[in-house]
């Protein structure tokens, strides 16, 4: 299959030479001959049949089991590369047409698939190669063959959103860029990289939709995470990706952006935070319920010991109660219980009891209890809603910590 896909390579190489309206498209990216040829750039043409020219056989399944050809079958449901087993194709053609080519390698330089970018208008703007037994998009990179030595030179890589980020990057001198493909950062993506590097640079966009792809990347990343690796996130201005700033600015004005880059620990206390009223009791205890599934994720360590520190101030809890209230299998000590009680965590109604009697101010001690019941409610937050109006008030005016 591999062959298959490198003959392929090598007629849309020669194709890019001879077609001058794709040449001058590379040309007005600011993409040189050298950097296009480092990256075994090429074109498809626009022909529905054109690998014909290269491979006689065209009715050869090995086409479609390698993502070069489509099949449709003779309702004109696509055959997928897996899928060719009993099934009679009635209609064969190229899956990428009129496009630039970007050969895609695994980290041992082979090659294992093809994405795709139209040259004019049109949809999809990139087209990647189906999922074959060569290619996974969720466990590959585009770029890091080629930029691992870069990647390991300076200590980190940058994870980009597109193959001509990458390559304009590189042409700029940029050369530890890498993309995903077509997919959200994944686990495999992070293992992959923190194999070359110690530290992670994720470039999104700042509308959004690039807040959106962040929060999937961090969550990705989260389990990997230790006092030798981390992570940042960089946010370009909302008119730039990395390809038009570079061109724009030049490197060093990236790479300043890039020292710019917001570490993890402040994108997950902000996302955290993110439109709650932490000066409230409500909002303290929902920032605490969306934390315990994320900063939960990290493994024991200096860094999730700070994280929880800083988090800590933040919804004005001591880091030792709120360590307890993070961790679901333990969640918070209740009050002493009865001698006869079993030593499991209180059911929520009979903790909304006890969070109740403890905010009943029949002593001269409600000042305690409401810190007692407040300690309750960060195990369960969901609790806020059982207690009276008073016991709300009583609990913002003593219970506040």
């Known amino acids: ?90 209609r064969r053609y190229d899956r990428l047409r009129d496009r630039i080519t970007f050969p895609i ?8 698939g093809f994405g795709g970018r139209i040259l004019d208008q049109g949809e999809p703007k990139y087209l990647n190669s189906p999922e074959t037994l060569l290619f996974h998009k969720g466990e590959e990179l585009y770029g890091l063959f080629e930029g691992r030595a870069a990647i390991q030179r300076q200590g980190y ?13 590189a042409q700029h001198g940029v050369g530890h860029a890498v993309a995903t493909l077509g997919t959200a950062c994944t686990a495999e993506h992070v293992k992959k990289l923190f194999r070359h590097c110690g530290q992670i640079v994720f470039s999104f966009d700042g509308d959004a939709a690039g807040r959106k792809a962040a929060l ?20 370009l201005p909302a008119e730039h990706d990395p390809d038009t700033f570079v061109r724009e600015y030049g490197a060093d004005a990236f790479e300043r952006e890039v020292g710019r880059a917001q570490p993890l620990s402040v994108f997950l206390l902000d996302t955290l935070a993110n439109g709650l009223a932490l000066d409230t009791a409500e909002g303290r205890a929902q920032a605490i319920a969306r934390a315990r599934p994320l900063i939960g994720q990290l493994a ?44 499991r965590r209180p059911s929520p109604s009979l903790a909304a009891r006890r969070a109740s009697r403890m905010l009943t101010p029949r002593t001269d001690h409600v000042q305690v209890h409401a810190q007692t019941a407040m300690r309750i409610l960060l195990a369960h937050p969901e609790l806020w809603d059982s207690l009276s109006s008073s016991q709300h008030e009583l609990l913002m005016h003593d219970g506040s910590t």
């Not at 090598?10 to 040309?27: E, M, P």
């Not at 022909?47 to 399944?61: C, I, K």
Request: hydrophobic share 40%; proline share 5%; aromatic share 6%.
């Open 1 to 90: 299959m591999q062959e298959v896909l490198e003959q392929a390579n090598r007629f849309y190489r020669d194709q890019l030479r001879d077609n001058r309206r794709a040449v001058d498209y590379l040309k007005g990216r600011g993409l040189s001959g050298k950097i296009a040829a480092g990256f075994g750039l090429g074109y498809a043409p626009d022909d529905w049949q054109g690998l014909a020219r290269v491979f006689p056989n065209y009715e050869a399944d090995i086409l479609i089991q390698a993502g070069l050809v489509v099949g449709r079958d003779t309702q004109g449901e696509t055959i997928e590369p897996g899928d060719l087993d009993g099934r009679t194709i009635a």
């Open 157 to 169: 890589a940058l994870v980009v959103e597109g193959y001509l980020d990458v390559i304009a990057l």
């Open 300 to 343: 024991e360590s200096a860094l999730k010991a700070q994280i929880i520190g800083e988090f800590a101030k933040r919804v004005q809890t001591p880091a030792t109660e709120l360590r307890q209230a993070l961790t679901p299998a333990q969640g918070i000590r209740s009050p002493k219980r009865d001698p006869g009680e079993n030593d």
């Open 105 to 112: 390698r695994n980290t041992q330089g082979e090659l294992i």
């Open 216 to 235: 999937r990347a961090m969550e990705a990343t989260l389990p990997m995470l230790g006092d030798e690796r981390s992570v940042k996130f960089l946010f």
